[in-house]
């Protein structure tokens, strides 16, 4: 079975702090997609980040970056200069054929 | 505006009553899915579809229903609806594989009394 693992259910980070969410997934496949999502308190799901599996480079987006290790399925997402209005809670996502996973997610708190 | 429709934002019902979530997108796309929000289980799919008149069971299908007999339209129906389905639900499109750009609506907030 394909699984998605979010170990940290809850995060917190001083504004313009770097913090980093962790995320691993099992797999046998080997073409897939990597996705972090971002749900602020209005519920609303945002793409923050997409990585193709067969992709080596590392796929980043303005303050946001991704440390894609595939032999270690671990897909970790760092932020860069926190702010505020990065609170809310970050999933997760796998996706191969039509099988998409989500973790559990993990809730990050920036402290003004 | 590209977007991805979704109603009612809120519901409460009652054991048993049916009802239906709609979903319509007007982006074309051909695939679409439902998900529900739990917390501490993140979204699981229920169903997708890859086109009209697809569908196919994700990974908690059981109680729920869908039809694709349009593109744009994909509504979720619970027949007889029970506490356990109390959720955030979510529908989503995509152009073609859904590992392009996933176009989430704004979610309902399910409450089964």
């Known amino acids: 079975a394909q699984t998605v693992t979010q170990s940290q259910p809850e995060m917190s980070v001083q504004e313009a702090e770097t913090v980093t969410l962790s995320c691993t997934y099992d797999?046998?496949?080997?073409?897939?997609?990597l996705f972090w999502y971002k749900q602020p308190p209005s519920r609303q799901m945002i793409l923050v980040i997409r990585q193709e599996a067969y992709k080596q480079q590392n796929a980043t987006e303005n303050r946001f970056s991704v440390n894609f290790q595939k032999a270690a399925k671990s897909f970790s997402l760092k932020i860069s200069d926190s702010q505020l209005g990065d609170t809310a809670m970050y999933f997760c996502?796998?996706?191969?054929?039509?099988?998409?996973?989500f973790g559990a997610g993990t809730r990050l708190t920036v402290k003004p | 505006e590209a977007q991805v429709t979704q109603n009612p934002r809120y519901l409460i019902t009652v054991t048993g009553k049916k009802l239906t979530v709609t979903c319509s997108q007007n982006m074309n796309h051909e695939y679409m899915s439902w998900y529900r929000q739990d917390p501490g289980l993140g979204l699981r799919q229920i169903y997708y579809?890859?086109?009209?008149?697809?569908?196919d069971k994700g990974d908690v299908p059981e109680g729920y229903k869908v039809s694709r007999k349009e593109k744009r339209n994909f509504p979720l129906i619970l027949e007889s609806p029970s506490p356990n389905q109390t959720s955030l639900y979510f529908c989503a499109s995509s152009p073609g594989a859904p590992s392009r750009l996933l176009h989430f609506g704004n979610g309902t907030r399910l409450t089964v009394t």
């Open positions: 797999t046998s496949e080997n073409n897939y997609y």
């Open positions: 996502a796998f996706i191969t054929r039509n099988d998409m996973r």
């Open positions: 579809s890859m086109n009209v008149e697809v569908t």
